[in-house]
């Protein structure tokens, strides 16, 4: 995996940067602030309050990131196998780059990408300071009474130990949330 270089180094933000986990975070996980229709792509403006009772897994990026292209096949088959039994995916855009803090741009980025699950453009940095974040990607795992209960920094894949981790979790959350549509697929 590449790392993006950081100006004032460090080994321990080569490490925040490269991939981490923090878990059992207890907070409540604060609000979408953006309700305009024109935030959102592939949705309705969404709440989380709208969402109680369904895991949610909210996922910061920006369209330019290598890492987290890298990590959007990992997100996609997550979406893909764990959607239909009650997992909620939010992609947070949070630009980096000029040309990412066009909505155009990323509307064309999402469309170009595949993404199908729901996009709030963050442009003004509300969701990102909210959430206290400071990483593309970053990912909040959201329990069904909207609590954080892990989240994870840098990319994520299937055959790895953090995305294989990260996608445990995944299984145990909506399996407690929905426990039958779990037993279901067996």
């Given at each position: ?63 330019d ?14 979406h ?22 066009n ?84």
């Amino acid at each position: 995996m590449q790392c993006r270089r950081f100006p004032f180094g460090g080994a321990l933000l080569a490490l925040l940067a490269c991939g981490g986990s923090v878990p059992a975070m207890a907070t409540e996980a604060p609000e979408f602030p953006h309700q305009a229709a024109t935030d959102w792509i592939n949705s309705a403006p969404l709440t989380l309050a709208s969402l109680r009772g369904s895991v949610v897994l909210v996922e910061f990026w920006t369209f330019d990131c290598y890492n987290c292209r890298n990590t959007l096949p990992w997100l996609k088959a997550i979406h893909a196998e764990y959607g239909p039994r009650g997992l909620k995916v939010v992609s947070v855009h949070t630009p980096e780059l000029e040309q990412e803090r066009n909505p155009a741009n990323v509307r064309a980025a999402v469309k170009e990408l595949g993404i199908t699950y729901p996009v709030m453009i963050d442009g003004d940095f509300s969701y990102w300071r909210a959430m206290k974040n400071r990483y593309w990607p970053a990912f909040y795992f959201i329990d069904r009474d909207g609590t954080i209960v892990l989240g994870a920094f840098g990319e994520l894949h299937r055959g790895e130990k953090r995305g294989d981790a990260m996608e445990s979790r995944i299984r145990e959350l909506v399996t407690q949330a929905h426990p039958r549509a779990d037993s279901d697929k067996n």
